[in-house]
């Protein structure tokens, strides 16, 4: 058997006609950004998420950037984020000038709780970031607390977590915003680059808005040094096909998940926690092992292919050799052992049960 670590091949079949029909639309009305594509979107996005105000935009990164710079934060400011993320989280906190702080996560769920957070917070603490890591919420509720009594914002990278919740609170209830990315291969891709913001707080919608599109409030009225990250119709058009269809994938994710945690049993891996006050998402399926170069090989050598997400830890990146972000030995462990299953919307029992069986040899 040779199976795929992620492929969109059965999903896209499915929805082929309506995005060709998709593209054609938009074709023709012969508006290509910003438009009524857009504003639907957002609209139902904005529904799903069930808060009051999405704004779509460029990209996850450009989403996590403007939401920051909305927020008025910059030079001299610290940002506390996970130590255990994708780099885009930390790169964000950089571009808007402020310095990225890292904690670390819980080992077994991956995700952020309060204890940690506090430890790192200083003056010049203006937001935490939790991220959703692999499609699970962080510990939102003393998080939250936590933020209010020290006055400081809380903003969710949500770029891995399109409809997980939280004591069946979605993304964007307990904190001040949240972005998406929409890059191909998250659980609502789109055809290219994508992304969103979402709030409750008009002031910081109104802001990304503006901020994304040259600093724009009304055409030609320029308030301040804004970026072009704009969110094209095509992609939006794109993206309201998948969107109604996003409920069926994700169950078809859980399902997968839940054979992976219910049949994995081998005593040298260990399986991801889901928090019973959660449902998490599974944009990625994250377990730890020992020596997972070993583990990566074997599996290959029976036609699995695996991820890493991610390989080296921030603290540890070139890009960040500079900063002293303290001892991270969690987030260094995480990236020694850390190997990621394939899981798709369309994996065959058959294929599922072969994983499972292949890793349960091992
Ligand atoms: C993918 C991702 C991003 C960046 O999104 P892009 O759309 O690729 O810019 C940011 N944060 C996390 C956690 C991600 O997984």
Redesign the pocket.
Known sequence: MNIQFSTMDIMHKEMREDMIQAFANVYDKGWYISGEECDLFEKEFADFCKVKFCVGCS??????HLMLLSAGIGDGDEVIVPSN??I??ALAVSYSGATPVLVEPNLNSYVLEAKEIEKKITKKTKAVIV?D?YGQMADMEPIANLCKKNGILLFE?A??AHGATYKSKNIGYYSDGA?F???PG?NLGALG???AFITNNKILADKFRELSNYGSSSKYIHDSIGYNNRLDELQAAFLRIKLKSLNKITEERQRIANKYLENINNNKIILPVVESDRTHVW?IFSIRTENKNNLKEYLSKHGISTGEHYPIAICDQTAYKNNDFGDLPISRTIAKQQLSLPLYFGMTDLEIEYVIQKINNY
């Open positions: 990209n996850g990164l450009d989403a996590i993320t994708f885009a989280t991220v890591l990278d770029a891995q972005t990315s929409f890059y998250k680059d994508a992304g944009h």
